[in-house]
Nanobody
Framework: QVQLVESGGGLVQSGESLRISCTAY????????MAWYRRAPGKQRELVAEISSGGSSTYTDAVKGRFTVSRDNAKNMVYLQMDSLKPEDTAVYSCNAKSEVIIGQNYWGQGTQVTVSS
């Protein structure tokens, strides 16, 4: 069955960097747009960054200039490089795969906790 497995979360101080990763299993990775979402305590889940199958990326305003999403189709992996982290970036970050071929097909990972202390 399809699996998305996130890794790399942790506790960092404000201003530091962290890279989180997501590995996709048993999907035709190159046909999927990949995205990172986050859910902070007491808040709704929000889209942080997305990268299309062709490599085009978009970001929510709060992270523009600080976060970079990338993908490696050979490894079935997507990354989120997070620089200049702020306490308000604290959240559970989840990976999402959305098929660009089959409408409505998408998968979620379990999430990884990122905590930024002030």
């Amino acid at each position: 069955q399809v699996q998305l497995v996130e890794s790399g979360g942790g506790l960092v101080q404000s201003g530091e960097s962290l890279r989180i990763s997501c590995t996709a299993y048993r999907i035709l990775f190159r046909n999927y747009a990949m995205a990172w979402y986050r859910r902070a305590p007491g808040k709704q889940r929000e889209l942080v960054a997305e990268i299309s199958s062709g490599g085009s990326s978009t970001y929510t305003d709060a992270v523009k200039g600080r976060f970079t999403v990338s993908r490696d189709n050979a490894k079935n992996m997507v990354y989120l490089q997070m620089d200049s982290l702020k306490p308000e970036d604290t959240a559970v970050y989840s990976c999402n795969a959305k098929s660009e071929v089959i409408i409505g097909q998408n998968y979620w990972g379990q999430g990884t906790q990122v905590t930024v202390s002030s």
